[in-house]
């Protein structure tokens, strides 16, 4: 009788014990975590993706008056830590700088191939030797004080231009937009490659670099479901890695023949052309830098 009483005492005792297991190992589990900043509740498998909405830069705004200039999110299985003050920004951007360097890359981000990401500066996806030897190059060659200087020429030039052909169209309908737009890429362009790679009268025409810049702007803002969900990144379930390498691949041969031509013309001898100011392309064919390695520092 007694045996009897011991064990329906100790029944629930047993039930019990899975549920305190759990509870026991959600403390530890908790306590060796560091904590993170507070934010919404997250939906399971979802994360906070749907409290978005259709304008995530609103609702962003609406989190941090709520829970501050640092907050959390989920989206899918992926933790955000959102800085959305100056103050935010600079402990993020300077004061911890070093800590904080390295970056998510998009799945659809070329440079997630494993050769690219030898080659790419924007989106490498770990900041080794290569990557720092890189930013150097960039830092001095184009935006040092006297690097930014000597641009300031070719940036009022391109100016003038866009002005000049707004004037010449007077009466018909332009596009200030992509104008603008494809002026700003001319005025990069020059600096690295001096010369121009949109035709401002020829701007919205299929099939050139105007058409590739939008192609890759738009894949760039479409959600991808394998940023969310990494595990599904192999099988590219939208299509957008795919179409942006095919981008990519279309953007490097119109850029191959540009340094060809260089290559050609250091060849015979004759160095940077006398009228025009060393630009970003000289300095990598000075450096020894592959046709590969060019291309994807142009242009990623």
């Known amino acids: 009788m007694a045996q009897t009483q011991a064990i329906n005492l100790f029944s629930p005792v047993l039930l019990l014990l899975p549920l305190l297991l759990l509870i026991v190992l959600k403390h530890f589990k908790h306590n060796s975590s560091p904590p993170l900043p507070p934010g919404p509740y997250p939906w399971p498998i979802l994360g906070n993706i749907l409290q978005l909405g259709n304008k995530p830069h609103i609702s962003l705004t609406h989190y941090s008056k709520i829970y501050g200039p640092l907050f959390s999110l989920r989206l899918g299985t992926q933790l955000v830590v959102v800085g959305s003050s100056q103050a935010a920004a600079i402990a993020i951007l300077k004061t911890h700088d070093r800590i904080l360097s390295g970056r998510h890359v998009p799945h659809m981000a070329p440079s997630k191939s494993s050769e690219l990401n030898k080659l790419s500066l924007g989106w490498v996806v770990e900041c080794n030797e290569k990557w720092k030897y890189l930013r150097t190059v960039c830092k001095s ?20 231009e866009m002005v000049g052909f707004i004037n010449k169209m007077e009466g018909k309908v332009v596009k200030i937009r992509e104008i603008a737009t494809a002026t700003v890429f001319n005025m990069l362009s020059n600096i690295l490659v001096s010369r121009d790679l949109i035709s401002l009268e ?73 009228s025009r100011r060393r630009d970003f392309l000289d300095t990598l064919l000075l450096n020894g830098s592959s046709d590969d390695q060019i291309n994807t520092l142009l242009m990623v």
């Open 141 to 160: 060659e184009l935006f040092s004080l006297k690097a930014l200087e000597s641009q300031a020429r070719t940036r009022e030039r391109k100016a003038k």
């Open 202 to 274: 020829h701007e919205s025409e299929d099939g050139g670099m105007s058409s590739v810049l939008k192609d890759i702007a738009r894949l760039a803002s479409t959600p991808n479901i394998s940023d969310f969900y990494p595990i599904l990144g192999p099988l590219d379930l939208q299509g957008l890695r795919k179409k942006t390498m095919e981008l990519h691949r279309r953007s490097f041969n119109m850029c191959e023949a540009i340094i060809q031509e260089r290559r050609e013309g250091e060849g015979k001898g004759d160095g940077p052309d006398a």
